[in-house]
């Protein structure tokens, strides 16, 4: 069974610091990894997401990914926080030899950036 | 504008009573998602659909149920039988291959009362 563990329930920085909000998996086939964030009271929304290549994935407003195969990471990273950042963010995986059901998502990790 | 809409945004329904979420999408996606989001849990899947007249079970389906009549919506029935149905609800849909995201509706927030 394929898992993703977001090992911080809540991660707190200064505005202007670098932020990484960490991510693991296990997958038995190639890992599809994507990253969302989530506005209180709102859906989700796509952020990068690693699917083969380069191990660096960067995505949108200015966040990017590094994908580690011999740590099973992929953990989140932004090199100066925006107190606009301050959201929830979950990381997914789909299993590339699975099925379209198999998206497992983390219990999510709630950024505060402090002003 | 494409997009998924979920209706209604809260919902609040009496204890024994069915309840319908819906949601549409124009994003022309083949494959359409529920999840369930309680705090600290995550999200997990109630019911998917790949095509049109067909779906399949995810990990909380008890006590839901869904239709996919139409390639736009994926409605979602809340039971009687669905024990605890307070939540988070979300809608998504995706093109086919595993390698695309999920594109996500704004949710529909059921409250029993």
């Known amino acids: ?115 | 504008d494409g997009g998924i809409t979920q209706s209604p945004k809260y919902l609040f329904r009496k204890e024994g009573q069915n309840v319908t979420l819906s949601c549409e999408q124009n994003l022309n996606h083949d494959a359409m998602y529920w999840y369930r989001q309680d705090p600290g849990q995550g999200l997990r899947l109630i019911y998917y659909s790949q095509i049109v007249n067909d779906f399949q079970k995810g990990d909380i389906a008890e006590g839901y149920s869904v239709s996919r009549e139409k390639k736009e919506s994926f409605p979602l029935t809340v039971t009687s039988a669905q024990k605890n149905p307070t939540a988070f609800y979300l809608c998504a849909s995706s093109i086919l291959p595993l390698n695309t995201e999920a594109f996500f509706g704004q949710g529909t927030r059921l409250t029993v009362v």
């Not at chain 1, 590094?66 to 992929?74: H, I, R, V």
């Open chain 1, 1 to 115: 069974a394929q898992s993703v563990a977001q090992p911080e329930d809540q991660v707190n920085v200064a505005e202007g610091n670098p932020l990484t909000v960490k991510c693991t998996y296990s997958v038995s086939g190639n890992p599809y990894l994507f990253w969302y964030v989530q506005y209180p009271n709102r859906g989700l929304q796509f952020l990068l997401k690693y699917i083969t290549g380069d191990n660096l994935v960067k995505g949108s407003y200015g966040f990017e990914a590094e994908f580690n195969k011999s740590q099973t990471s992929f953990h989140l990273k932004k090199p100066s926080a925006l107190v606009s950042d301050s959201a929830l963010y979950f990381c997914a995986v789909r299993d590339g030899g699975g099925s379209a059901r198999q998206l497992t998502f983390g219990s999510g990790t709630q950024l505060t950036v402090l002003p």
